[in-house]
Every structure is written in C-alpha cells, then in structure tokens.
C-alpha cells in the first residue's frame, strides 16, 4: 500500500499508532511496483500489527532524507539508478531495522568484490583471474594464444568466460575452442525471447576490465537460488541462456523454470552467502557440474517469479522477523506463534500427538510393459569376432546395452539375414535359424532407436555348443558356440508414471499440515464408498493441490533431510522420479529430477554410512573412506549370483512346481504342504484351482484361442487399432505365441515357472489393450484366461520365495538384509540424541546451528525421509521378514490391534 500521497496514517491517535510496525519500501518503482513485491506486501498487511509504506520514486529522488517518510523497518535495495548513498543516510538518520545491508550493496556491485567476499566466507567459485586494466600496464600480464589466454600468469583454455568487472554489465562472453567450431556464445540481459547470440569471433575484448574463468559444463541448466534468512533458500532451474540463447516461455509469457531440490551443501552455500553479504533477502546463481557446486553471481535483493508458496513463506519469515525484533520495543502484544522449523506435531494411531521425527518408505515400480526375453546359439565368426572384442572370454560372459554395441548386434542380423536369403556357398557357413535372427532384428529395430533401457543383449561362451535337453545324446567333440540372450520391455508405462506421481502427492499428505485431507482428498467422516467414488471423480491431482503444504514449507527449511533411493532398473529409477515430482510438487519433465535427486544403490553408496556393517573396521577404500564389503556385493543383487540362495531357491521351486503338477484334487495335506504359513490370499487361491494339471490345461487351451483370434482381430481393422505403448499386433501376436510354445513344452508337462510371465502378459492386456479388445470374440477368452492365471499365479510368485517360515526367511535375509540393515541404522539415529559419529559430513547439515537458530523451539532436531524404490523380489522379502521375523512377541500379538490390523492386510492382498 502506498502512504507516501496520503498523509492520514500519521494521524493515527497515539495508541493505535503505538502498537504497529511501519515496514517503509524504499527502492525504484520499478521493483516496488512489480508483480512479486505486490505479493509479498500485501501477504505483509495481513499480519495485525504490520502495515507497510511505499517510498515513491518522486521522493526518493527529489526530496532530502529528512522528508522521507517514517518508518520503524526499511526494506530498500539497489538496482539501475537508485541513490544507495542517500538510502544509507536515511539509515544513520532514523536507525530503522534493516532487512538487507545497504553498504553490502556497493560490493554486490563489484564482481571483484564479490568474489573476494565469496573466497573469504570459504564458498567454492569457478578457477578465476581478475584482468584489471585501471593498472599501471606493468602490474599487469595478459597474453592471448590461438585456444588460450594467459591472466597474469594462469593460463585459461577454451571454454572460457570473460566477465566485465562491473555487476550491473550483463554482456558476458564465453569462447569456444577451435575444435568445437570456434566463435563465442555473447550472453546480455533478456530481450523478447533471446538472452544470447552465437557470434563467429573468437578474439577476446580489448578494452575494459575483465574476469576470466574456466567454463563449467552444466548440462545445460543453471541454478537460481533465493534465501530468505540464513534458514531459509528457494531454488529453481532455467536453461542456461549459454545453450542456444532462446528463451523458453509458458502461455503467459513466462521464463520457464523448475524448482529443484538443493543438496545439504548447497543449502550450506545458501547459508553463508546470505551471511557473508548480510542480505537478509538474497538471490545467487549456482553452477552445478561434476558434483560440484559453485557460485557465479551474487544478485542482491530478488524475489521469485510466479510461486504462490515462496510469497506465502516469505512474507510469514519477513513477518515474523520484524516483529520478533520490533515487538518489544514498540509495546506491541505480539506474541511468537507456530513456526515452520518449530517441532512437527502428528496424530497418531494410539491417539496420542507426537513429534514426527522419521519416514521411512520402500516402494515397487510401478506399471510396467511385459518383460521378454528370447534365447538363440549362434555360431557365425562375426559374433565371435565381438565376443572377442569385448573381453568376453576373460568371464565367459559379455552383456551389451549401449546403443554403438545394439546397433553392431543388429548390423550382424540383418547382414546374415541377406546372406541367408541370397542362398548359395555363402550360406553354408551361417547355422542360425532365419525365423530367430528375423526376430532379433524385429526387436533392436522397435521405436527407431535404441535406449539402452528397453533392450538388452547377453553373449554367453559354451564352449561344447548348447547341451541337449535328452541325456542319451554325448558328443564329446561338439563345437563351441555363442547363446545370444536378447531382453526386451520391462521400462514403466505411462500409466506407471502417473501412478507414482499421484502416490507422491497423497504421501505428502501425511506430514504435519496435510492431515486435514486423506486419500483421494474427500473428509475422513464420508463413507468409505462414497469417499474413493469422489476421488475417483476429481480432476487429476486435485486431492493433493493445496494439501500437503507442511511437508513442502518444512522441506524449504533445513529441517527436512531426504534421500531417495533406487535399483538401477530404469523402471524402478523412472518411478523414483515421478514419485519425486508429486512429493515435492516438482515441475517439468522427470530426467533433471532423477538425475539430481535419485540416488543409484549401486553407484552412489547406499550402504557407505552403515554403522553396524562397518564397524569390524573390514571392507574396502572409496573416496577415502571404509566402504562395507556389502557395497561390492551389489545392493540390489540378482539372486542368481549368490549359490546358497539360488540352491535353495532352486529347491523350493523344484518342490512347489511338483506339487502343483500332480493331476488330482487338492486334499488338505496338499493346502497344509503348499500354505504352510496359512497366508489368506494364498488358501482362497487354491480352493479356486482345486486340481492344478486341470486348470493350467485351461489355460493353456485360453491361451491357444487367444493366439487363433488376435491375427483374426488384426485382419478383421486393417491393423488400423493402435494397441497400447506403441505395441504392433504382430509383437503381441510374438508375445503370446511364445508363452504358449513355452508352456507346454515337447515333455508334456506344464512348465510352471511361465504362470508369473502368462500373469503378466494377460494383466497388461486387459488393463491396457482393453478398449481393442473388449468389443471383440478375444474379450471373453482374456477375462476367462485372467482370473485363471491370477489364481495360478497368487500361489506360484509369494511361494517361488519360500514355503516354510524357515525357507521364506532365510531367502529373506538373502535378499534384503543390508535393505534392512539400513532402515535399522535410519530409524536408529533418530534416538541418538544427535550423535552421528559415523554420518557423513554432508548430512550433518540439515541440523540448525543452534547459535544461529533464534526463536527456534527445537534446532537440533530434524524430520529424516528415506525412500527405497525396488522390485518385486525385494518388497517380497521385506513383508517376510516383517510378518515372520519375530518383530512383535507371539503373546503380545493379540494385544496389538494395531499390528493385527497390519498383519491381517498382508496375508489378504496376493501382490
């Protein structure tokens, strides 16, 4: 609001006047006037005893210091033409209560200074040298080369950047090497659309005083950081105006940013800029590359664009601060209320309110395409030719997922495939089956191009050819072969992406200030019908919207320390950043999230900080630390690799696969020996079945007249219905003409280890191809096949890891115990009062200084999420090892409702 014109709030009678704050906004209209600023103030006149005055540019300008208005807080800041001089005289000459440092800004003016203010405070910067020609000639050197240049004697190659000395100097240059096309990116402050221009020229400026520095690749986006107060810090991400110069724009003409997630150091930079400039309102840019953060500008006073949260979190801090520090010495009633970083106070389930202190989650993937994999010897020198080139004979063994060693595969096929077809002398030499290699190139030629994520090939030595499946054949002096392994599908679908982002949102839901809303965003007093009817009619999103925002403004403090963590599947890693995304209300697509916020279990160390793995001083050297012997193991490790555990994995399948192919009735010594557990789900499926041979030759027989009707559905539309994620009906004819040659196999016997991938295949189908097939003959015969299977199915997948208590828990341990090792250690540190001798440095900071800490109830402590996102094997093990481990004693277990409840859920649901 502006009093500058209006002189009736200095007649205010002395009490009302007595007993509020004036917060005086002294900076050009240009700012004072703008979209946030109007935000933030008017979000500032809702505090009861805050009422603010704009500074007119007229008075600021013309009239004496001794006529600007009065005020008991100033907030002003510099930019093109305001008299900071005179801002500082009014200062000195009324003693308001400063929000941002007014001589700080002569320094933020100076890119000398604050680079020097920068080095001090000990905050990491680009390698620089200043080229100051206001020196006597022979104070200084400066040399230019062909692809260089020498700053007083420390040589810069291209890339560089070259920087005016002046702050308020936005054309920047960054040179390239000749290598690279020569020439040089000229970046200058926004105009319309563009924010840079490639230009031809390639020798640096001659007049003026410059600051060089290396170039850091940042894979093109730059990082804008905005603290308010030294606990406080907004980041976003733009593309870098250093990329092609356009600026990206959304339909209301906005530049197009994205909030990102700072790590614990960055908000530590956040922290000591904010000190070190004494700028309680601050704005910076960060550089991200090769896991180091530096700052590259320092900006001053700068609100974010277009976030209603910031507006909100930063009028609430300002707020708070001023009257925290005026409120006792202008007699004002106020006192402290609820704050953000005060401890987060949750209901919970025995009725008590207690501090949150710990979140921990592990999560499946979610919806994916059917996994597919096909096998064929090959034996042609060309394959043994890459074998050999890929030290394959050191292992036995080469996996091939970059797209150079795909499209070498695929080269091979097709060339063998014309080979083939020429016939001749040629074709004597060449062993493959056509029909196979036909496939292999059918699959690496899907979707265009390769991914690395959707296909991959396995090259493995046999080097007595591929063994025959009857024994009276013994050839001793077979020749060696290759069996190429070809995997394909597998990746998240669509569906999957927005599944997780939607858990996302409802998950936040459940830290302090999201509570008011459950799931699917409809008041817990509803029924329960009608409550997921009207969330199942809500627009997308719309139960999380606005809900939720706890864990948002908790997250924007110090005092949320969260990792995500993931497999290295690209499914599991895809899920982990689209769950990201709702958690954090992210925007834009889920590669920058996944690359700055998904930890990889095996690359990143999940298990670096295990106090109890480590603590026999055992285990290896990374980064000059002891890293547990677990680590090398692979975290999410292929159970195949580990022979204990395949043999008895091995075991209880040859057992559970010999049950379920005897051709009787099911008698209850079979239910006792097949559900030794008594699991609910499990019983229900196997009074279904009743004679297991029976029901898979049902199946198999669906699946026979599955496989007659779809070429008959794909005739019948001209191949014009589009199945879902791109599929071809020919692929899908493949998928099921596969399972069905596999299922029953030349024995006679029903391979039962294909019911888990039967089961995934018809549940794809008829949550995806459903509007294909649902008006057809194949839509009856896939209902029937789907509720067979699944029955099938709910028995085979829980079973393959166990049958006995004994058997599903040491496959368990096998599986997750360093899983299980860490929730211990995450859970653990909650109760250690802050004692975290073996946490990397790194995590300490998401703890508040507490001499930095005023007015906070509680600084030492902090809310820890960690979230684990796998695959099936995992989440299976963990439920073991959680219903059957021993957590809650036997007679205890009645008197629990609260773990019935739970244990009663689990037994119920079959996946």
């Known amino acids: 609001m502006d009093f500058t014109n209006d002189s009736s709030w200095m007649d205010l009678d002395g009490e009302t006047e007595g007993k509020q704050v004036i917060v005086g906004v002294c900076a050009m209209e240009k700012k004072t006037l703008s979209k946030p600023m109007k935000e933030i103030l008017t979000r500032l006149e809702e505090f009861e005893y805050i009422k603010t005055c704009i500074f007119t540019e007229k008075v600021i300008l013309e009239e004496p210091v001794e006529k600007w208005p009065l005020c008991d807080c100033l907030i002003s800041f510099h930019s093109k033409g305001f008299p900071l001089e005179k801002s500082i005289t009014y200062a000195n000459l009324r003693k308001p209560l400063v929000i941002n440092n007014l001589e700080s800004q002569f320094a933020i003016q100076d890119r000398r200074e604050v680079y020097r203010i920068l080095s001090t405070a000990g905050i990491d910067l680009p390698r620089h040298a200043v080229l100051d020609r206001d020196l006597p000639p022979e104070e200084t050197n400066f040399e230019e080369q062909d692809d260089s240049v020498v700053v007083n004697g420390v040589v810069f190659n291209k890339p560089f950047v070259e920087k005016p000395v002046d702050a308020e100097d936005h054309n920047i240059i960054i040179y390239y090497p000749a290598s690279a096309g020569g020439g040089s990116q000229r970046l200058f402050r926004k105009i319309g659309s563009r924010s840079s221009v490639y230009s031809?020229?390639?020798?640096?400026?001659?007049?003026?005083?410059?600051?060089?520095?290396?170039?850091?690749?940042?894979?093109?986006?730059?990082?804008?950081?905005?603290?308010?107060?030294?606990?406080?810090?907004?980041?976003?991400?733009?593309?870098?105006?250093?990329?092609?110069?356009?600026?990206?724009?959304?339909?209301?003409?906005?530049?197009?940013?994205?909030?990102?997630?700072?790590?614990?150091?960055?908000?530590?930079?956040?922290?000591?800029?904010?000190?070190?400039?004494?700028?309680?309102?601050?704005?910076?840019?960060?550089?991200?590359?090769?896991?180091r953060?530096?700052?590259?500008?320092?900006?001053?006073?700068?609100?974010?664009?277009?976030?209603?949260?910031?507006?909100?979190?930063?009028?609430?801090?300002?707020?708070?601060?001023?009257?925290?520090?005026?409120?006792?010495?202008?007699?004002?009633?106020?006192?402290?209320?609820?704050?953000?970083?005060?401890?987060?106070?949750?209901?919970?389930?025995?009725?008590?309110?207690?501090?949150?202190?710990?979140?921990?989650?592990?999560?499946?993937?979610?919806?994916?395409?059917?996994?597919?994999?096909?096998?064929?010897?090959?034996?042609?020198?060309?394959?043994?030719?890459?074998?050999?080139r890929m030290n394959g004979y050191k292992v036995n063994h080469v996996k091939l997922k970059k797209p150079k060693h795909l499209q070498e595969v695929l080269d091979i096929a097709r060339f063998l495939i014309t080979e083939i077809e020429k016939g001749g002398s040629s074709n004597e030499v060449i062993e493959e089956k056509k029909s196979k290699l036909d496939q292999v190139r059918y699959i690496l030629e899907m979707y265009g191009h390769f991914s690395g994520i959707n296909r991959k090939v396995q090259l493995k030595y046999q080097p007595k050819g591929r063994p025959k499946s009857t024994s009276s054949e013994e050839e001793a002096l077979k020749e060696p072969s290759l069996l190429l392994v070809l995997k394909w599908g597998g990746e998240l679908t669509p569906t999957g992406r927005v599944q997780a982002e939607e858990l996302g949102k409802v998950f936040r839901c459940m830290y302090p200030g999201g509570q008011d809303l459950?799931?699917?965003?409809?008041?817990?007093?509803?029924?329960?019908?009608?409550?997921?009817?009207?969330?199942?009619?809500?627009?997308?999103?719309?139960?999380?919207?606005?809900?939720?925002?706890?864990?948002?403004?908790?997250?924007?403090?110090?005092?949320?320390?969260?990792?995500?963590?993931?497999?290295?599947?690209?499914?599991?890693?895809?899920?982990?950043?689209?769950?990201?995304?709702?958690?954090?209300?992210?925007?834009?697509?889920?590669?920058?999230?996944?690359?700055?916020?998904?930890?990889?279990?095996?690359?990143?160390?999940?298990l670096d900080n295990d106090c109890d793995s480590s603590g026999d001083g055992k285990g290896k050297k990374k980064k000059g630390k002891i890293v547990p012997d677990e680590y090398y193991e692979s975290y999410y490790r292929n159970l195949a690799e580990n022979s204990n555990?395949?043999?008895?994995?091995?075991?209880?399948?040859?057992?559970?696969?010999?049950?379920?192919?005897?051709?009787?009735?099911?008698?209850?010594?079979?239910?006792?020996?097949?559900?030794?557990?008594?699991?609910?789900?499990?019983?229900?499926?196997?009074?279904?079945?009743?004679?297991?041979?029976?029901?898979?030759?049902?199946?198999?027989?669906?699946?026979?007249?599955?496989?007659?009707?779809?070429?008959?559905?794909?005739?019948?539309?001209?191949?014009?219905?589009?199945?879902?994620?791109?599929?071809?009906?020919?692929?899908?004819?493949?998928?099921?003409?596969?399972?069905?040659?596999?299922?029953l196999p030349k024995t006679g016997v029903y391979?039962?280890?294909?019911?888990?991938?039967?089961?995934?295949?018809?549940?794809?189908?008829?949550?995806?191809?459903?509007?294909?097939?649902?008006?057809?003959?194949?839509?009856?015969?896939?209902?029937?096949?789907?509720?067979?299977?699944?029955?099938?199915?709910?028995?085979?997948?829980?079973?393959?890891?166990?049958m006995t208590r004994a058997e599903k828990l040491t496959i368990a341990q096998g599986i997750c115990t360093p899983l299980l090792k860490k929730i211990k250690a995450d859970l653990q540190r909650n109760i250690e009062d802050g004692e975290e001798k073996c946490e990397e440095e790194e995590d300490t900071v998401h703890r508040l200084n507490p001499r930095y800490s005023s007015g906070v109830s509680s600084p030492g402590r902090h809310v820890r999420t960690r979230l684990y996102f796998t695959s099936e094997s995992h989440i299976h093990s963990l439920l073991t090892v959680l219903t059957h481990g021993g957590l809650v004693d036997i007679e205890m277990q009645g008197q629990d409702e609260q773990w019935r409840r739970a244990l009663e859920y689990v037994s119920l649901v079959s996946e």
């Open 200 to 291: 031809p020229e390639s020798n640096v400026r001659r007049a003026g005083s410059f600051i060089y520095e290396d170039f850091m690749a940042t894979d093109g986006t730059d990082v804008k950081v905005y603290t308010v107060g030294p606990d406080y810090a907004h980041a976003e991400a733009r593309k870098s105006p250093a990329l092609d110069g356009k600026v990206e724009r959304n339909s209301e003409g906005k530049e197009v940013r994205y909030p990102v997630i700072l790590s614990n150091k960055e908000k530590l930079i956040a922290r000591k800029v904010c000190m070190a400039f004494n700028q309680t309102v601050c704005g910076f840019d960060l550089l991200r590359a090769n896991g």
């Open 293 to 388: 953060s530096c700052v590259c500008d320092v900006n001053g006073f700068s609100f974010v664009k277009n976030s209603r949260k910031y507006y909100d979190d930063c009028s609430n801090i300002l707020g708070n601060m001023i009257l925290r520090e005026l409120a006792p010495t202008l007699h004002i009633p106020w006192t402290i209320p609820f704050q953000l970083d005060d401890p987060p106070i949750v209901p919970t389930t025995v009725g008590k309110m207690m501090e949150l202190r710990c979140v921990v989650a592990v999560v499946r993937h979610g919806d994916r395409t059917p996994k597919q994999k096909m096998k064929l010897e090959v034996k042609h020198p060309m394959f043994f030719d890459l074998f050999k």
């Open 518 to 606: 459950l799931i699917g965003g409809v008041p817990a007093h509803e029924t329960q019908v009608d409550r997921y009817t009207r969330a199942a009619s809500l627009p997308n999103g719309e139960y999380a919207g606005t809900q939720g925002l706890g864990l948002l403004r908790l997250h924007s403090t110090y005092r949320h320390d969260l990792k995500i963590y993931a497999s290295d599947e690209g499914r599991v890693q895809m899920t982990a950043a689209a769950f990201a995304k709702g958690l954090l209300a992210l925007e834009g697509e889920l590669t920058p999230i996944l690359v700055q916020m998904v930890k990889s279990a095996n690359t990143n160390g999940l």
């Open 645 to 743: 555990l395949r043999d008895l994995k091995d075991r209880v399948k040859a057992k559970l696969h010999e049950m379920l192919q005897r051709d009787h009735e099911f008698s209850q010594e079979d239910e006792e020996l097949l559900n030794p557990c008594n699991k609910i789900s499990i019983a229900k499926a196997l009074r279904f079945i009743r004679n297991p041979v029976k029901c898979c030759g049902y199946v198999y027989d669906l699946i026979q007249e599955l496989n007659v009707l779809i070429p008959q559905i794909q005739e019948e539309n001209g191949g014009k219905q589009v199945l879902y994620h791109a599929e071809t009906w020919d692929l899908m004819a493949r998928r099921w003409g596969k399972l069905e040659k596999d299922f």
């Open 751 to 802: 391979d039962i280890s294909k019911i888990p991938d039967i089961y995934d295949c018809i549940k794809y189908d008829v949550e995806h191809n459903r509007s294909v097939l649902e008006n057809t003959d194949a839509w009856k015969v896939v209902v029937e096949l789907y509720t067979n299977v699944q029955n099938l199915a709910d028995v085979v997948i829980p079973q393959e890891y166990g």
